[in-house]
């Protein structure tokens, strides 16, 4: 290969690997749980976005099964050529009754919907505003756009308004925000976004990526969680993370989807989920109206951990998310706390700069109503002893590290 980009990796991974951001992913011998074993080892797993342990569930996984006998593997073409199938209709028209909207629109991930989907409503002439804490995608989908951007501080809805009054009459205006911070697990202002966007004719997006599911009395998400129903807005989510299975989704009016239908690169130019995954993700919509006994049961979860780590001196805010996190500051404390739950047997990796900001390294943990209340135990069993490991060297001068 060529010697300049073998020196220029080498070097840059070198970097990576002194700073302490360097990452390599490990490797799960078992499926997403509760535990799961990595390098021989049996470790509770408080990471995953699984939230409801839907992708363990006997429903989806014999949803999966039957459509892979009935349908195949694969659905062989682009939804506009001969990809439709009906399972995406019938996915689409129950995610609609879901959302309580006209219609929805499925892409292949999360990822891909924003790429397609936020280009579609901002152009060139447009301006898009977006928070500062908003997910990857979304900034990346920004930039794909052309239009002109537009970040705000996190939850700052007085600099948004400013914003959008000085733009006001020279362009489309589309805000864009996470309902759910991914790595903060917290809310964002949603009624006052609704609020701004009606006033100015804008359109408001919002990722529900982490509150399908999870939060509201049905599992709508966080804009039934905060009782909003505005015309305003556009519902996006994904079936990645509490619905057990893959592919992200818009949903709003018949004739938004009509448009996002014929504009959509990510939909035209990409083949159709495969039919397992259409199948499961219906059976996983099923599971939510349900079974609410696994929100139930996860919002428990989240009440114990969330006030035990409290109770160990760990400054946690009140939210009603299953993301949870451990602020440490440096990227090596939070690789140091890691390690630490690594030997006791407890998966938490560090989460660290570009995922968030220079010094707010941390620890993402994620809780899950596959988990039993002996496993919330013992993780907080464990960041006890850390805490208390912590103190003492504290005092002894040395380790850095904590809470
Ligand atoms: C995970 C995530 C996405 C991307 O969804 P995928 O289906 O994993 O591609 C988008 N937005 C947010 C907030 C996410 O957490």
Same mark, same amino acid.
């Given at each position: 290969?060529?010697?300049?980009? +073998? ?39 408080? $990471? ?13 996984? /014999? ?78 989908? $920004? ?8 970040? &705000? ?18 362009? +489309? ?85 009509? &448009? ?109 109503? /596959? ?21 003492? $060297? ?10």
């Amino acid at each position: 290969m060529s010697e300049i980009y +073998n020196r220029r990796f080498e070097t840059t991974l070198e970097g990576l690997r002194q700073r302490h951001l360097h990452r390599a992913p490990r490797v799960l011998d078992t499926g997403v749980g509760s535990e799961t074993r990595i390098s021989g080892r049996n470790v509770l797993l408080f $990471c995953s976005n699984d939230y409801l342990g839907l992708a363990g569930h006997p429903a989806l996984k /014999a949803a999966a099964r039957d459509a892979v006998d009935e349908w195949g593997t694969g659905a062989g073409a682009s939804r506009l050529v001969s990809g439709n199938l009906s399972l995406y209709r019938d996915l689409e028209s129950d995610l609609a009754r879901f959302k309580h909207t006209e219609a929805a629109l499925v892409f292949s991930s999360g990822y891909a919907t924003h790429l397609g989907v936020i280009p579609v409503l901002a152009g060139r002439e447009d301006f898009v505003y977006s928070d500062s804490l908003n997910h990857a995608s979304i900034v990346d989908a $920004c930039r794909l756009s052309r239009a002109v951007l537009r970040v &705000y501080p996190h939850g700052q809805v007085d600099t948004l308004e400013r914003l959008m009054k000085e733009d006001a009459g020279r362009g +489309n205006q589309l805000v864009v925000t996470d309902t759910v911070f991914s790595m903060d697990g917290d809310l964002a202002p949603l009624q006052e976004l609704c609020g701004l966007c009606e006033r100015f004719d804008a359109l408001l997006l919002v990722d529900d990526a982490h509150g399908a599911g999870v939060l509201g009395s049905n599992g709508g998400g966080a804009l039934e969680h905060l009782g909003i129903r505005s015309p305003t807005v556009v519902h996006m989510g994904t079936f990645s993370k509490a619905l057990g299975g893959l592919g992200g989704f818009v949903a709003g009016s018949a004739l938004l989807v009509d &448009y996002l239908v014929n504009h959509t690169r990510t939909l035209i130019y990409s083949t159709g989920l495969p039919p397992a995954t259409l199948a499961s993700n219906r059976a996983a919509l099923r599971v939510i109206e349900s079974e609410p006994q696994r929100r139930l049961r996860l919002q428990n979860h989240v009440r114990v951990l969330r006030s035990g780590l409290r109770a160990l001196g760990f400054s946690v805010p009140e939210d009603p998310t299953p993301i949870i996190p451990l602020q440490v500051g440096t990227a090596e404390k939070a690789l140091s706390l890691a390690q630490f739950l690594w030997e006791e047997d407890i998966f938490v990796p560090a989460i660290r700069p570009p995922t968030v900001p220079e010094g707010t390294s941390r620890l993402r943990i994620s809780v899950s109503a /596959a988990h039993g209340l002996n496993h919330v135990e013992r993780l907080l069993e464990a960041l006890r002893r850390y805490a208390g490991q912590a103190a003492t $060297c504290r005092v002894a001068e040395g380790c850095g590290g904590a809470p």
